[in-house]
């Protein structure tokens, strides 16, 4: 498995969220990254989730 980090933002830059999400690919990664975003309500806030190589995999601003 390899560790994703997530990570949203309001729009005055202050972090809401900082996690680790654990995957076996990027697909995975960035279904499971959204399905923190939606549950927690954070779709439309800045976010951005980044494989352990530094890639985004997933980003909105």
Do not use: C, W
Request: proline content about 2%; charged content about 30%; overall charge negative.
């Amino acid at each position: 498995m390899k560790i994703y980090k997530l990570t949203a933002y309001e729009s005055k830059g202050k972090v809401i969220i900082d996690e680790s999400v654990e995957a076996t690919n990027d697909e995975e990664a960035k279904q499971k990254g959204q399905a923190m975003l939606e549950e927690k309500n954070l779709l439309e806030t800045t976010h951005r989730l980044a494989s352990p190589t530094g890639q985004l995999i997933l980003f909105h601003s």
